[in-house]
């Protein structure tokens, strides 16, 4: 009986050598050796420069990590998941499940199940992004050093580290972080299934990106036409073979995507929470809408699209990632990455099919390429930290594809791309130095990357051009050293900033600010947690002074019902989403806006229907929860921004009536009788300035038939003798 074999993996003539180790001596000792030592073929230095760029990335990433400010909307979600399972699984707002976040909630089940290990608070919510920030630097220097050898990883690893937006987004609570581990989980094991031609690799790769779904949706998918083509490609066996296996892998796709969709959409409405951001409370409008087309198209997208079309990076265009506000976040390394990606692809033209490097490069300049399109083009809401999304694309790309340049140019093959080396240096040194020259003036940080880019980058090129002529193999080392440093000198001065600041947000972005972006760690968002095991329950509420961003820093209090005193403090949900146009002013209009109902903020002022960033005062949350009487939900407001922050100060569940952007129907006035008849809920905030007819509907019937509280404004008392 004749028996198929798989077909060898053919060796790259001018591919890194990979042999197998010997059997370790002495067990778990050697191979706690070559933990630290790398494999016996690796270069001396390798893995000593791995681990210090890993402790690099972790202290960019951690530093002072008790004092970072995140995103009040998902820190309100996972503190209400620590206190209801249902809450949890549903990745619900409230305690009481009333509306969900705007996305799935596998991140905020990961940060969910640190805070039940460790407690609630700043750190604890933080652990897992500082893991997976780490750990993705450590899983591309293992995917491009597996193809292209130690020295390109270490590029890769070191770009994608010292990427500006990368540093200011991991130091948040927003789950951008967890969704570029999971795709990068999902390029390693497609890589694997390339390389072998075996199903199950290929599997786990859509395993990956099903729950890089879960963590953000539709995004996760943009890398998607470039894993199914590469495999296609170039993947061992049969087209017959890679068509069969490809097909299983969507199935996996599908069904680690889909199934908790498929969950939540089954479960009966008056059953479940309302789903935040979809226009019938259902995540398959959310998928398609909100967090689909609505992303794209803005709001001319004619399914789902309430709440898009705020653009916090500056207009839609393929210039948009040269822009003043997304300049200094990701284009630094884009003209080198672009370079060396077509003379790489040029390289390796004659190449088998099989090829893992080109399917590398493929793979690599297809996740580049379609990121940058997608965010470039996107005319829905577009927030500068997106992009954080590409830059694996990018590292990789000046790694592998500069290791190609430079060992081109310096064995002298390939003679008409012997210049393209020295040209991509110039070119995104010269880059780096336009970057540079707009935030002139903010600081001597900046100066110095100014001088030691124009030096390096000079000084790199020049050196590669001589070392070719004369034949000095060790002045063209010398010089491409200069270049990784000419290259990083800016990245590294816009990382720093941002691992000094404590101030993230719902917009975190890295560097000084520039043009109408908000750049010097972004935004605030409002209240955080106090960083000790415990969370809230342990800590008074009375709110802080603010950290020179406006907004006002409170701590969650205690449960006594005794939380805070004075009326001058406030809590605000009015950091969320907020932004400013190119032109510097506040987009109060759109309706992801932070802005307050008006210009001045009374302390003893209550949230308005409909508005997005009204604010409700520590003394009211103080009034409301001595007034509670056994409700579930400690007061009604508009919008997520205004109940995430009274969460966090209180410690108790709080209706958003409107969801994001106060445009939501997850309350109507029916549900809200019930709620009111059934002992649920006692206290609702409303205004004059209610957004569509059901708003008005509830503001209305509210102010006729309850109780104003005079101390408040905008603050009512119901009861169930209130409701016929």
Do not use: C
Not at 521 to 537: D, I, K, L, V
């Amino acid at each position: 009986m004749t028996t198929l074999a798989p077909p060898p993996v053919p060796v790259q003539e001018d591919g890194p050598r990979h042999r197998a180790a010997p059997p370790a001596a002495g067990g778990p000792a050697s191979r706690a050796k070559r933990l630290f030592t790398g494999a016996p073929d690796d270069p001396r230095w390798a893995r000593p420069a791995l681990w210090a760029i890993l402790v690099l990335a972790t202290a960019l990433y951690a530093w002072n990590l008790s004092s970072i400010t995140g995103n009040t909307f998902y820190d309100a979600a996972v503190y209400s998941g620590t206190k209801s399972w249902k809450a949890f699984f549903f990745g619900a707002l409230d305690a009481g499940s009333f509306i969900t976040v705007d996305k799935p909630p596998f991140a905020l089940w990961v940060m969910g199940l640190s805070a039940r290990v460790f407690g609630y608070g700043t750190w604890q919510l933080m652990l897992p992004m500082v893991a997976v920030g780490t750990g993705s630097v450590a899983l591309l220097y293992r995917l491009v050093k597996r193809d292209f050898g130690a020295v390109a990883g270490t590029i890769s690893a070191l770009a994608l580290t010292l990427t500006p937006i990368t540093v200011a987004i991991t130091r948040d609570t927003n789950p951008d972080p967890i969704l570029v581990f999971l795709m990068l989980l999902g390029a390693a094991a497609l890589l694997k299934a390339v390389r072998t031609g075996r199903l199950m690799p290929l599997v786990w790769s859509g395993v990956a990106i099903g729950f890089a779904f879960n963590t953000k949706m539709m995004q996760a998918y943009v890398v998607l036409p470039a894993f199914f083509l590469v495999y296609l490609w170039a993947a061992h066996g049969s087209l017959g073979r890679r068509i069969r296996n490809l097909a299983v892998g969507t199935v996996a796709l599908v069904v680690s995507s889909a199934w908790w969709m498929v969950v939540v959409d089954l479960i009966p409405a008056s059953s479940r929470p309302y789903i935040g951001g979809s226009t019938d409370n259902t995540v398959w409008d959310l998928v398609i809408g909100y967090n689909g087309f609505g992303r794209i198209f803005g709001a001319s997208s004619s399914v789902g699209s309430q709440g898009n079309g705020a653009s916090f990076g500056g207009d839609a265009g393929l210039y948009r990632m040269f822009n003043e506000i997304m300049g200094g976040q990701i284009s630094w390394l884009i003209p080198f990455a672009a370079i060396a990606l077509v003379a790489g692809l040029v390289l390796r033209g004659r190449a088998p099919r099989t090829d893992a490097r080109r399917a590398a490069l493929l793979l690599w300049g297809g996740w580049f390429v379609l990121h940058y399109l997608t965010f470039a083009l996107a005319e829905g809401t577009f927030h500068p930290y997106y992009v954080t999304a590409m830059a694996p694309g990018i590292a990789a790309l000046a790694g592998a594809g500069g290791v190609l340049l430079y060992n081109a140019f310096r064995d002298g093959s390939a003679a008409k791309w012997g210049w393209v080396l020295p040209a991509a240096i110039a070119a995104s040194s010269v880059w780096a130095v336009v970057l540079l020259q707009r935030v002139s003036g903010s600081g001597t940080l900046y100066t110095v990357a100014e001088v030691v880019t124009g030096v390096a980058g000079a000084a790199s090129v020049i050196g590669l051009l001589v070392g070719r002529f004369t034949k000095r193999q060790r002045l063209m080392g010398v010089a491409a050293l200069a270049a990784v440093v000419a290259l990083l000198a800016g990245p590294a001065a816009y990382s720093a900033s941002a691992a000094g600041s404590s101030t993230n947000g719902t917009n975190p972005t890295a560097g000084p600010s520039t043009g109408g972006g908000m750049g010097g760690g972004g935004m605030g968002g409002g209240q955080r947690p106090s960083g000790t095991a415990g969370g809230p329950g342990t800590n008074s509420g009375e709110a802080q002074s603010g950290s020179g961003d406006g907004q006002e820093m409170g701590r969650p209090p205690s449960n006594s019902g005794d939380s805070t005193s004075g009326d001058s403090s406030t809590t605000s949900g009015s950091s969320a989403e907020s932004g400013t146009t190119e032109s510097g002013t506040t987009e109060s209009g759109t309706a992801e806006s932070g802005t307050t109902e008006s210009g001045t903020t009374d302390s003893r002022t209550g949230g308005g229907m409909g508005g997005g960033g009204t604010q409700v005062s520590s003394a009211m949350i103080t009034y409301l929860k001595k007034n509670q009487d056994g409700a579930t939900w400690l007061v009604a407001v508009a919008t997520d921004q205004t109940a995430s922050s009274i969460i966090l100060e209180s410690g108790e569940p709080v209706i958003s009536m409107g969801g994001w952007s106060g445009s939501d129907n997850a309350m109507t006035l029916a549900k809200l009788k019930s709620l009111v008849k059934a002992g649920k809920l006692h206290y609702i905030v409303v205004s004059d300035s209610g957004q569509g007819s059901s708003n008005s509907e509830i503001s209305t019937w509210v102010k006729a038939n309850g109780t104003a509280v005079s101390d408040y404004s905008g603050l009512y008392r119901l009861d169930a003798s209130d409701v016929s």
